[in-house]
């Protein structure tokens, strides 16, 4: 059993940035490729980014390539999502998830643990 706890959401003005933070705890962080989706109100949780177990490999989605950098912190069993350039399309509830697998997947169905979520709201 993974327990994933999300930080670093709030409200920033478009163009600003913010890092959000994951920390694992239960397992053993190097078995699982960690990925953030986001959800925004009546919509579909969707992809963001995700980094194999080993940080060799990296995913964004296009909405968020070239703005959005994730990390892994082994020593602290935590995973980063860099925001920057924020828009106000960004603004949703941001989940850390984990998957154990050797790869890096986009399909949330792939991935077995879920974070509460951190909102993050961008201001226009």
């Known amino acids: 059993q993974v327990l994933l706890g999300e930080s670093g959401g709030g409200l920033v003005q478009a163009g600003g940035s913010l890092t959000l933070s994951c920390a694992a705890s239960?397992?053993?962080?190097?078995?699982?490729?960690m990925a953030w989706f986001r959800q925004a109100p009546g919509k579909e949780r969707e992809f963001v980014a995700t980094?194999?177990?080993?940080?060799?490999?990296?995913y964004y989605a296009d909405s968020v390539k070239g703005r959005f950098t994730i990390s892994r912190d082994s020593a602290k069993n935590t995973v980063h999502l860099q925001m920057n350039s924020l828009k106000p399309e960004d603004t949703a509830v941001y989940y850390c998830a984990a998957a154990q697998i050797s790869g890096t997947a986009t399909r949330r169905e792939t991935y077995d643990y879920w974070g509460q979520g951190t909102q993050v709201t961008v201001s226009s």
């Open positions: 980094i194999a177990r080993s940080s060799r490999f990296t």
């Open positions: 239960g397992g053993t962080f190097s078995s699982y490729a």
